[in-house]
């Protein structure tokens, strides 16, 4: 039997702009879980920087090199 492999699941991959945030802010508020909220609110701030981090040039090339 072949193995299956899993690779793990991050929701701050999928959470690519602002509507795509409040929507997901929006359901886990639903649910009324402290904890749930808090998992949310840390994969919203790593998604953000994620984009952040997508958005900042290397500080060792100029513009000319892009």
Do not use: H, T, W
Request: charged share 30%.
């Amino acid at each position: 039997m072949k193995a299956i492999e899993i690779s793990l699941f991050d929701a701050a991959e999928y959470l690519d702009s602002e509507q795509a945030i409040a929507e997901y802010l929006s359901a886990v508020k639903e649910e009324n879980d402290p904890v749930l909220l808090r998992g949310a609110l840390a994969n919203i701030a790593k998604a953000r920087s994620m984009a952040k981090d997508v958005n900042v040039r290397p500080m060792n090339k100029s513009v000319s090199d892009q």
